[in-house]
């Protein structure tokens, strides 16, 4: 602020210090994409538990690998999660007229056929009363409480209203997990009653989910399918369940799936097909397209995994690793930091039972040299994530983001430094603005260096970061641009341990 002084005296003037801080963003925020018994389609709800899921889109279904990849998830410590449901083209949605009102089911599917509504009618003087508090357009004949039930959960609206007011019927179901309204709202509130389902008006669940279901033609601009994520602020983790239980997701949808992470910077993680042999499981990913620089932002773990299914009574049955793998990077991300390796004997795989094909050592090496991450279970432990590569993870490949914590290390990198710089465009760029970028992002990656995130002993061993005018020329100055360079060593886990043993005598040692 400038000062303007008038009269002698002391004049007191408040200066910024320039200091910026960088967040670093959250690691394991997990999408889901799939199908599910009801909720809204092609919307992104971010959850925070079972319960959550079981109220938006209605639990586990048989029909349904996505809610058992939830549960497996917050069983294997997850906490942050963004679902979106997928529907085949024929699914309808259910509808039912009440007294000159239509309202829809939230979503597609036979779920809806369970709805019935129920309209009651206060008394007139409480109605009067009622009214006068809502305002001018508001009478004591416009007001009704409508109950709505799909058979297990009861939303109640009270003091609800056709007319143009606070509790207009169209505004309060906005919050509705059951129905909405569908068209416009009579000049008169409905007559009391319960109206169901009317047959003509049934919802179905459609036919089976195919590849055109997540990414269809046009999807990507219309943000459907996998692409309606593109509402989600932020996700780190993506896994996209196979369309049943027991099932594989269509293979061309995994190509799409990997450039969608890459272009989020988040990380994909691929379930084997249910078939899939330990001699097979290196070529299975390349011959299916996943393969190229796309390929950092990928991992794969096998084989499938033996868990009990709530809904069979608890008997056991084979289901996709990875919701319980997205869940030991959250639990993983949580304890120790996203740098470190979501493998070893304390990866345990939470509420595995067995695996569908328990690997040896011999039949381990061959999945590790290409880059597939082996689930094994020993003895004490149970099972556990015994490999931490991505599917650029192959030893010929020798690429440097070879393992899982490197690559996402530098994902998070990448995130927290994008959004916090933002701050930067269209300052002044010149010194003052590269010395505050200087101290706002090494202040960043300094902290990150305390809690064990890189190499060396030093920061200096550690990690660099560089914006002056050799990094920003004047020609940059010219069209606008300024240059950042932040350098990293990352930490790299210890796949292989060697300990050498010598048998020495009694004098020789002593």
């Known amino acids: 602020m400038t000062i303007t002084p008038t009269y002698p005296g002391v004049y007191i003037s408040e200066v910024p210090s320039g200091s910026r801080t960088v967040t670093g963003v959250a690691t394991s925020i997990t999408a889901f994409v799939g199908s599910a018994a009801r909720g809204p389609v092609d919307t992104p709800l971010a959850i925070g538990s079972v319960g959550d899921f079981e109220r938006h889109f209605g639990g586990l279904w048989r029909e349904s690998g996505l809610g058992y990849a939830v549960r497996d998830f917050f069983l294997g410590g997850g906490g942050q999660a963004v679902v979106v449901r997928v529907a085949h083209l024929d699914a309808d949605t259910a509808r039912l007229s009440v007294g000159g009102i239509t309202l829809e089911a939230t979503g597609p599917g036979a779920w809806g056929n369970d709805l019935a509504v129920t ?62 309204v569908d068209g416009v709202l009579p000049a008169a ?75 989020r910077r988040a990380f994909l993680v691929v379930d084997p097909p249910g078939t899939l042999t330990p001699s097979a499981a290196p070529a299975w ?24 299914d709530p809904l069979r009574g608890g008997s056991i049955d084979t289901f996709a690793p990875s919701g319980g793998v997205a869940g030991l990077m959250a639990r993983t991300d949580a304890s120790r930091g996203v740098w470190k390796a979501p493998a070893g004997l304390e990866a345990g795989l939470t509420g595995v039972v067995d695996l569908a094909t328990n690997l040896t050592d011999h039949e381990n090496g061959p999945l590790n040299q290409s880059g597939v991450n082996a689930l094994r279970s020993f003895r004490g432990a149970g099972p556990v994530a015994w490999g931490a590569r991505t599917l650029r993870g192959a030893d010929v490949l020798s690429d440097e983001y070879k393992y899982v914590p490197v690559r996402r290390l530098a994902l ?18 010149d010194e003052p603005l590269w010395a505050q970028i200087r101290l706002s992002l090494g202040a960043f990656m300094q902290d990150l260096f305390r809690q064990g995130a890189f190499q060396g002993s030093s920061p200096r061993e550690a990690y660099s970061v ?5 990094t920003t ?26 300990i050498s043993i010598q048998q020495q005598t009694a004098s020789a040692a002593s």
Not at 412 to 429: A, D, H, I, Y
Request: overall charge negative.
């Open 119 to 180: 309209i009651e009618h206060p008394s007139a003087a409480d109605a009067d009363d009622i009214a006068s508090g809502q305002g001018g357009g508001v009478s004591g004949g416009d007001i009704f409480t409508l109950s709505v039930t799909d058979g297990v959960a009861t939303e109640t609206y009270r003091n609800v209203t056709v007319v143009d007011g606070p509790r207009r019927l169209d505004r309060v179901l906005e919050s509705s997990l059951l129905v909405a």
């Open 412 to 429: 998070f990198l990448e995130e927290s430094l994008f959004r916090g710089t933002q701050w930067v465009v269209f300052e002044p760029n």
């Open 189 to 263: 509130r409905p007559g009391t009653g319960t109206t169901t389902v009317a047959v003509a008006d049934e919802g179905s669940d459609g036919g089976a989910l195919d590849a055109d279901d997540y990414v269809g033609a046009g999807f990507a601009a219309a943000k459907r399918g996998l692409f309606a994520l593109d509402h989600a602020d932020l996700v780190n983790l993506i896994v996209i369940p196979p369309p049943t239980p027991t099932g594989d997701l269509p293979a061309t949808v995994w190509p799409q799936a990997m450039a969608y992470a890459v272009q």
């Open 466 to 470: 560089r914006c002056d005018s050799q």
């Open 473 to 498: 020329t004047q020609y940059d100055i010219d069209r606008g641009i300024v240059n950042i360079e932040v350098g990293f060593a990352p930490l790299k886990p210890a796949e292989f341990v060697i």
């Open 285 to 308: 990913a390349s011959s299916v397209g996943l393969s190229g620089l796309a390929a950092r932002n990928a991992a794969i773990y096998f084989p499938r995994v033996r868990r009990p």
